[in-house]
T-cell receptor, first 112, second 110 residues
Framework: NAGVMQNPRHLVRRRGQEARLRCSPMKGHSHVYWYRQLPEEGLKFMVYLQKENIIDESGMPKERFSAEFPKEGPSILRIQQVVRGDSAAYFC??????????FGEGSRLTVL | SQQGEEDPQALSIQEGENATMNCSYKTSINNLQWYRQNSGRGLVHLILIRSNEREKHSGRLRVTLDTSKKSSSLLITASRAADTASYFCATVFGNEKLTFGTGTRLTIIP
């Protein structure tokens, strides 16, 4: 049973470009979470999704950020018109309902 | 915000000693979880303690929870070099969103 798969592991973008981060949850998990981590800091909650449904997006910036978890395929975190402040590690986690979270290895976004 | 606060922020001990980290939180919880993060890696779940539990063990890990003080502690006994990592507590409330603290960076000196 493969773990949570995130790709790309590293992504470099110039200011104004778009970044797309993908996350495939563990088999059988229908809940996906996205977190952002700045260097030397803890994880900040961004969004919680179930298939085709956003449950809680209270941590998502109001502009430029969006997330989806379609019926088929991975969850996508999309950042439009990236700025330097978007540089961070973005972690995806999945879980069965109410249990522990299983984390991917993260996608590290660098904005030049 | 329900974010947990770990204490201390950083801890260095000799291999073989015990390491204790504390976590405080602000509101009611369903459960509290501890995670470990090695540098540059994802988080690994260590242990979950429910709000009606007071103590839980897993191998060399011992977790306590005091809901009256809104605090938890993680004890790692007989520390090893491989225990060097950052440790985070995370609380769950309501719709099962996990909220993380700022972490304790533990260094085990061989």
């Amino acid at each position: 049973n493969a773990g949570v798969m995130q790709n790309p592991r590293h992504l470099v973008r110039r200011r104004g470009q778009e970044a797309r981060l993908r996350c495939s949850p563990m088999k059988g998990h229908s809940h996906v979470y996205w977190y952002r981590q700045l260097p030397e800091e803890g994880l900040k909650f961004m969004v919680y999704l179930q298939k085709e449904n956003i449950i809680d997006e209270s941590g998502m910036p109001k502009e430029r950020f969006s997330a989806e978890f379609p019926k088929e395929g991975p969850s996508i975190l999309r950042i439009q018109q990236v700025v330097r402040g978007d540089s961070a590690a973005y972690f995806c986690a999945s879980s069965p309902l109410g249990g522990e979270l299983f984390f991917g290895e993260g996608s590290r976004l660098t904005v030049l | 915000s329900q974010q947990g606060e770990e204490d201390p922020q950083a801890l260095s001990i000799q291999e073989g000693e015990n390491a204790t980290m504390n976590c405080s939180y602000k509101t009611s919880i369903n459960n509290l979880q501890w995670y470990r993060q090695n540098s540059g890696r994802g988080l690994v779940h260590l242990i979950l303690i429910r709000s009606n539990e007071r103590e839980k063990h897993s191998g060399r890990l011992r977790v306590t929870l005091d809901t009256s003080k809104k605090s938890s502690s993680l004890l790692i006994t007989a520390s090893r070099a491989a225990d060097t990592a950052s440790y985070f507590c995370a609380t769950v409330f309501g719709n099962e969103k996990l909220t993380f603290g700022t972490g304790t960076r533990l260094t085990i000196i061989p």
